[in-house]
């Protein structure tokens, strides 16, 4: 699979902020209601919910560290 280097950040971003989303309302739902019959739905719902709200600030979040944080640290190799 060949995909432009620009769309690196938006789909590193985007898969980030499914697979987070979705550990969170995970976890957040299980303490909050425990198991349930409708625990899938629920989940479901609130998996949806959080990645509208996680995608944008990875993204956000991932620019500003990028540009603003690593653009600074001079990275080196040991040889």
Same mark, same amino acid.
């Given at each position: 699979?060949?995909? +432009?280097? !620009? /769309? /690196?950040? @938006? &789909?590193?971003?985007?898969?980030?902020?499914? *697979?987070?989303?979705?550990?969170?309302?995970?976890? @957040?739902? *299980? &303490? !909050?209601?425990?198991?349930?019959? +409708?625990?899938? =739905? =629920?989940?479901?719902?609130?998996?949806?919910?959080?990645?509208?709200? %996680?995608?944008?600030? %990875?993204?956000?979040?991932? /620019?500003?560290?990028?540009? +603003?944080?690593?653009?600074? &640290?001079?990275? +080196?190799? =040991?040889?």
């Amino acid at each position: 699979m060949r995909i +432009h280097a !620009k /769309y /690196y950040r @938006l &789909i590193f971003t985007g898969m980030m902020a499914i *697979l987070m989303s979705f550990i969170i309302s995970t976890v @957040l739902l *299980l &303490i !909050k209601i425990g198991w349930s019959d +409708h625990f899938i =739905d =629920d989940l479901l719902h609130s998996w949806s919910l959080a990645f509208m709200v %996680a995608w944008p600030c %990875a993204y956000i979040c991932a /620019y500003l560290i990028q540009e +603003h944080v690593l653009s600074r &640290i001079e990275f +080196h190799r =040991d040889e």
